[in-house]
């Protein structure tokens, strides 16, 4: 899990998420809050779908306007195994870490393939994702 992460707002517009997302080298971002309650989540696939494939300016759109709302989450205690099982499941490669309502870090897919312990959680999860895909 990362505990380092940074949010957008929702009233942040496109561009600037975009521009946060290839600074901090990430493909997702939260959307929070002012008390780091958890709104949503936008990711750089939302980004392309649901905005560039149709059109849209990125300075014209905010977060708010194509961000996944009540994101699936987990609490820090579930164990990789429950967390892998959630990435097939949902078929999403992120999980928004959330103590006590407020967002505390992220699990990412490849945070789990790069533990060689658990390469073959990772492993199953990306096969269940990718047999079944599902545009978003």
Known sequence: MSSNISCVKENTSLLQAAKQMRVENVGSLPVCDDKGMIRGIVTDRDIVIRALAKDISLATLCCSDIMSTAPTTISP????????????????????????????????????????????????????????????
């Open 77 to 136: 205690n579930v164990n990789i195994h429950q967390a892998s099982l959630i990435f097939a499941a949902k078929q999403i490669r992120r999980l928004p870490v959330v103590e006590n309502s407020k967002l505390v870090g992220m699990l990412s897919l490849g945070d789990i393939a790069s533990k060689p312990v658990y390469i073959d959680e990772a492993g199953d999860a990306l096969n269940a994702i990718s047999i079944n895909p599902v545009l978003r």
